[in-house]
């Protein structure tokens, strides 16, 4: 069963514009989200994160968004660089799942000069 | 270096054959998991360690897959008797506590099962 969902498999944005990733998530009992950044050959690395007690959390041009009614989150990332181009991964945990994360299918994010 | 380290980068089988895959966390970690990743698909949780203790290992596909991390620190995924459909890449974790704290990964095994 896919707990967590992003539906876009792939974006592409220019240069200096807003890129939004989506996501969203079935289990109530996650509560606390996380976006990584992958690049090819690499391993996920840690963007940015969210607790189930805000609905926004900022860093720099990195912004997540919660909206629990809803069971979405989405990363805003303005603006957009080239260097930002890589797969954008989704995932989300709970204290009573060992807080093993359950990740989404990825959104590969394409900047264009 | 002071990331998660994982090796072999690489490993090519043959169907059958036994393989092992080590991950060297960041030190100090408590927590430490394991993630098999197919092609265009997330990482999806194998299994997770608290210092020496396996606390679940409900991702582990079949009971040929098998973990260990003796000591509290260094961890090794085995695979006995490699089927083709065990193509994947291998990531492992680790986090400072197991309370709402990121992951942070390694760069994963490739493996290829022939």
């Known amino acids: 069963d896919q707990q967590v969902k992003q539906n876009s498999p792939s974006l592409s944005v220019q240069e200096g514009r807003i890129s939004i990733l989506n996501c969203d998530y079935t289990n109530s009992m996650f509560d606390y989200f996380l976006w990584y950044k992958k690049y090819p050959a690499e391993g996920p690395t840690f963007l940015i994160s969210?607790?189930?007690?805000?609905d926004k959390n900022e860093d720099g041009r990195f912004t997540v968004f919660l909206n629990k009614s809803a069971k979405h989150l989405s990363l805003h990332i303005v603006p957009s660089q080239p260097g930002d181009s890589a797969v954008y991964f989704c995932a989300a945990s709970g204290k009573l799942d060992n807080n093993d994360m359950r990740f989404g299918a990825g959104t590969r994010l394409t900047v264009k000069p | 270096g002071a990331g998660v380290s994982q090796s072999p980068r690489y490993k090519v089988a043959k169907r059958g054959q036994d393989v092992a895959l080590r991950c060297d966390p960041i030190?100090?970690?408590?927590?430490l998991f394991w993630y098999q990743q197919a092609l265009g698909q997330g990482p999806e949780f194998l299994t997770y360690f608290q210092n020496e203790a396996q606390l679940d290992k409900s991702g582990l596909p079949s009971d040929r897959f098998f973990a260990e991390r003796p000591e509290g620190s260094v961890s090794t995924l085995k695979i006995q008797r490699t089927q083709q459909e065990d193509s994947a890449v291998y990531l492992c974790?680790?986090?400072?506590?197991?309370?709402?704290?990121?992951?942070?990964f390694g760069d994963g095994t490739r493996l290829s099962i022939l």
């Open positions: 030190s100090g970690h408590v927590s």
């Open positions: 969210i607790s189930s007690i805000k």
């Open positions: 974790a680790s986090s400072l506590v197991d309370s709402n704290q990121p992951q942070h």
